[in-house]
């Protein structure tokens, strides 16, 4: 009963086995592995884009902050929610990166709406050289409460970026969950709508430990190369990053493990919903926020679920409602679903 974390769960049996063919004999260091010649080559197939630039890191956190270093100024400040994962969960990381550049938080909601946007953009730029210039927006694609931007308010927003000429980032550690849910393509959810950048997750959805960076614009492919290097993340072994992705693209394992995470965390809401859990954010990919009373909480932690409480303790009154964050991953067998709500 794992609802803690997507990071949580194991690796698919088919990147164990890249792992296991690219370890045979010698290969080209940095990137010049023919492994990630063939991710670059897919992932434009993907994304519809021939001339995007591709590169891997090996987490969620460096692929947004060196992302966004190549977009942003030291002078400049970053439009964004304030429940990003950029604001809430990377240690000031990405000011470090940009130089001291720093956050503007459009909202406070999970999702920003272009009014907010417009609101915060024309809130800067007021102040001459004594205050920060516009710098680029950045959306989060789940966002961190398991909601999902339409393609229409992507547009809508990028649109408002467009109209300052600000690029627009989308941290996508959870894309491939967002794009099942949608239905839609890769490039409808990028480029096509108006991204810029994107940080392309692996991690969350069955990889080892890799991220990939795409620039819808080849233009910004030097300046990332040198933010990389200087940021520690590019691997001298390059092709163990190269064969996660690559399997992770190949015959729709990428596709497939995102299904079947929002599968199970669809039914998992259903069984919350029917003994009347409380949802603070409609569940619309594999992360789900609902409360339940304090003594079904304890029930579920004995039993030896693992989940994150989100805005109490584990002791006090037993009827008092507790927020949960519970994620499904790809690989949780719907026995250990049916087992939790049967405990409910």
């Known amino acids: 009963m794992h609802f803690a974390s997507d990071n949580s769960g194991p690796v698919p049996q088919q990147v164990l086995d890249a792992l296991t063919k690219a370890n045979q004999g010698y290969a080209m ?4 592995d023919a492994e990630m010649e063939a991710v670059t080559a897919k992932i434009r197939e993907i994304f519809e884009a021939p001339e995007a630039a591709v590169y891997l890191v090996a987490t969620g956190t460096a692929a947004n ?27 000031n990381a990405p000011e470090f990166f940009m ?33 920060p210039q516009r710098g680029p927006v950045s959306l989060t694609q789940v966002t961190e409460f398991g909601t999902v931007y339409s393609l229409e308010e ?9 109209e300052y000429d600000l690029p627009v980032h989308m941290d996508g550690a959870r894309f491939t969950n967002a794009l099942v849910s949608l239905g839609c393509t890769p490039a409808d959810m990028t480029w096509k709508a ?24 080849p233009k910004h492919a030097q300046e990332f190369e040198y933010r990389r290097k200087r940021g520690a993340q590019l691997f001298s072994k390059h092709r163990y990053l190269s064969a996660q992705m690559l399997a992770y693209l190949t015959d729709d394992l990428w596709l ?13 809401a259903e069984g919350l919903r029917a003994v009347g859990a409380k949802f603070s954010h409609p569940p619309q990919a594999n992360m789900i926020f609902a409360a339940l009373p304090r003594a079904k909480h304890q029930a579920l932690f004995e039993a030896g679920a693992a989940y994150h409480l989100w805005d109490g303790v584990l002791e006090g009154p037993a009827e008092e409602l507790i927020t949960a964050r519970f994620v499904c991953d790809w690989s949780i067998p719907e026995e250990e679903i049916q087992k939790f709500l049967s405990l409910l």
């Not at 977009?71 to 969960?89: E, S």
């Not at 991690?203 to 890799?210: A, S």
């Open 256 to 268: 497939e493990n995102a299904n079947r995470a929002n599968a199970k965390t669809a039914i998992l």
């Open 194 to 217: 108006g991204i810029n950048a994107l940080s392309f997750g692996g991690t969350k959805n069955g990889c080892m430990g890799v991220e990939a960076v795409i620039f819808f614009d």
């Open 65 to 91: 902050v060196l992302a966004l270093s190549t977009l942003t100024q030291p002078w400049q400040t970053v439009f964004c929610a304030g429940p990003a994962h950029i604001n809430m969960d990377e240690c």
């Open 154 to 162: 992507l547009r809508a927003l990028c649109a408002v970026a467009q």
């Open 29 to 32: 260091a940095y990137g010049s």
């Open 99 to 131: 130089g001291g550049a720093k956050l503007t938080l459009a909202t406070k909601a999970d999702k920003m709406t272009p009014q907010d946007l417009r609101a915060a953009i024309e809130g800067e730029e007021t102040r001459g050289v004594h205050g």
